[in-house]
């Protein structure tokens, strides 16, 4: 838990305990001048079943019941008292109570920590007990990533006192968070465990460059934890590697289906906060859209340009109003209004559109696209010749064309930007790329200057025809913006395998060598305005590495492999396959 608890330190910090990368408040951004004295307990307190969990209270000193924010972590080192959180003491002092309690096993507090598994059990006690408290007027849960999975969990079956929800960065659906297409995502779940596990490990040094790389690369993946941490078993991380089917039971039992049926039972409002570069994006935004018409009615999404810590990228846009929307000041004025104030909630859907630095208010998003813009992939070579010409134009695929590359596991294509990087933190979001042609086994495609700015909004998807000579292997894409000195910086990316093809949730499929098949496969939504006279770089490769596990061109489970070998990739750019990018907008 070394790297995490660092973390929760960091975000301590922050004035509002929340998020550690916005700048102290200032007090004219709050609804709520400090008004109130001050004090702290600190307490273990029973779960109903013997396990006593350290929780922490920062209060205002009133007799009249108070409103109380609550906020469950697995990561507040145990020297570390609510007492020395400014951000908490603002809370109280504005009338708004702020509770910590610490997970199972962590903080001071008993038992043994297991991620996930005694979340509802231990939540719902801490909400029941803060329900019977006559000192207690009204809650709100809040918190980001664990902390938002501690809200989540209990969110069907909350105490009548739970009034409200602000939750950041945690997805319902623990599939889509940790697979694509059977690929796992190494860079967050495989350096979580190894940095998260409680059992005696030897954790080994993890290089800045290139952290855990070598333990990613580990084969079989199913015995990583015995082979390289000291030769103790994780189990929970030997199952998230080795159920990769979506359709699988295990992600639709105990804790991971429990999570995945809440939101349509959520009556409570709720302001759910996504970033377009955490790597919960895709989970976050779901849990929004799955609330049932009557509570989505009242709650909100906002959808900024950050990563998981609240970070944005890119820069190279110079954003002035990436920040206009701050979370902290946001969480502290929305659950104020309610608590205190007794607003009503009202709907609002708020989403950065990056290069035009301005924030979207909308009906809903992500939304179904009905006008796009197809570019196609051809074997006509740019005058330099480093790259191939991307075309609006479907005339110029020429007869029998296409494109080839060798793809070796054991010098993947290694990730550079990224939608769910987290550990790589040197090159998640959305970073200046290499030059086209730095690597054999990336086919780059180039497009004319676009003529007039043009806004994308939603999933790009990619239609690809091709075929190689094994029995599995994985295809990617990355689209980019080329800036007019050469620079280009990723806007999203997309990965799928032929096990998985066309339906990323379904069931293993087999495959024959040498078959031509054609895959349609997404990235996640985006809202990204592409300036007048800047172009569209597409990126074909077989690996992104660390932010999917290397694909070794053996079918199977990918941890349960024991060795690799090279794909040889044919990619159809003809009339008959017309290999292709297709490009929602605004």
């Known amino acids: 838990m070394r790297i995490l608890k660092v973390i929760f330190l960091a975000l301590c910090a922050s004035p509002f305990s ?18 109130y004295a001050v ?10 079943n013997g396990v006593k969990l350290r929780t922490q209270m ?35 002092e504005r009338g708004l109570g702020y509770v910590i309690q610490h997970c199972r096993g962590t903080g001071g507090s008993e ?75 190494q860079d967050i779940l495989t350096s979580w465990s190894i940095d998260n596990a409680k059992e005696p490990i030897s954790k080994p040094f993890k290089d800045p ?17 015995v082979d390289r941490l000291g030769g103790v078993e994780l189990p929970w991380y030997r199952d998230w590697i080795t159920h990769t089917d979506y359709t699988d039971p295990y992600w639709h039992e105990g804790v991971w289906a429990t999570l995945r049926s809440i939101p349509e039972k959520i009556k409570v409002p709720m302001t759910v906060v996504a970033g377009h570069f955490d790597h919960h994006n895709e989970g976050t935004i779901l849990g929004y859209e799955l609330l049932s018409p009557e509570t989505k009615a009242k709650s909100r999404l906002i959808v900024g340009s950050w ?107 290694i990730s550079i930007g990224g939608e769910t990087l987290f550990t790589s933190e040197k090159t998640r979001g959305s970073r200046v790329q290499p030059e086209m042609g730095y690597r054999n086994d990336v086919i780059s495609f180039l497009s004319a200057p676009v003529e007039e700015d043009i806004t ?35 806007i999203r990316s997309g990965i799928t395998t032929l096990a998985y093809r066309n339906n990323r949730l379904g069931a293993r499929q087999t495959y024959t060598p040498g078959t031509v098949v054609e895959l349609t496969f997404e990235a996640l939504p985006i809202v990204w305005q592409i300036k007048k006279g800047h172009r569209i770089r597409i990126d074909i490769s077989s690996s992104n590495f660390p932010e999917y596990s290397i694909h070794s061109n053996y079918a199977g489970i990918w941890s349960k492999q024991t060795r690799n ?21 605004r």
């Open 209 to 225: 460059d290139q952290p855990y790389y070598e333990q990613m690369q580990h084969m079989p993946q199913e015995t990583m934890d």
């Open 456 to 490: 994308i909004d939603g999933k790009i998807k990619a239609v690809i025809s091709m075929s190689t000579d094994v029995d599995d292997t994985a295809l990617t894409f990355k689209v980019s913006e080329v800036f007019p000195d050469g620079s280009a910086y990723n």
């Open 307 to 413: 990563n998981h810590s609240f970070v944005t990228t890119p820069t190279v846009h110079n954003p002035v109003r990436d920040k206009d929307v701050n979370i902290d000041a946001d969480a502290f004025n929305w659950m104020y209004g309610l608590l205190v104030e007794g607003k009503e909630p009202q709907h609002e859907v708020l989403v950065y559109s990056i290069g035009q630095d301005e924030w979207l208010n909308l009906p809903e998003w992500p939304v179904v696209q009905y006008k796009k813009k197809t570019y196609y992939l051809t074997a006509q070579r740019q005058q330099n010749g480093k790259h191939w010409i991307l075309t609006t134009d479907s005339k110029m695929l020429k007869k029998k064309a296409v494109q080839q590359f060798t793809y070796n596991p054991n010098n993947p294509v």
């Open 565 to 585: 070998r090279d794909a040889h990739q044919t990619i159809y750019v003809d009339p008959n396959h017309q290999s292709r990018i297709e490009i929602p907008l």
């Open 39 to 48: 004090q702290y307990k600190d307490t273990l307190l029973d779960n109903g």
């Open 111 to 185: 038992g043994q920590y297991q991620p996930n598994i005694y979340e509802r059990e231990d939540g719902l006690s801490l909400a029941k007990w803060l329900d019977s408290q006559k000192w207690v007027s009204g809650i709100s849960l809040t918190g980001t990533s664990y902390m938002g999975l501690t809200c989540w969990i209990i969110a069907d079956i909350l105490p009548e006192k739970v009034k409200c929800i602000h939750l950041h960065h945690y997805g319902v659906d623990r599939h889509l968070s940790a697979y694509n297409s059977g690929l796992f995502r």
């Open 18 to 35: 929340a998020h550690a990368q916005y700048a102290p408040l200032k007090t004219e951004v709050l609804c709520a001048e400090p008004s």
């Open 58 to 92: 920062c209060l205002p000193v009133t007799d009249k019941p108070v409103p109380v924010v609550v906020m469950r972590t697995p990561y507040m080192p145990e020297q570390l008292k609510i007492s020395s959180l400014p951000g908490c003491k603002q809370y109280a």
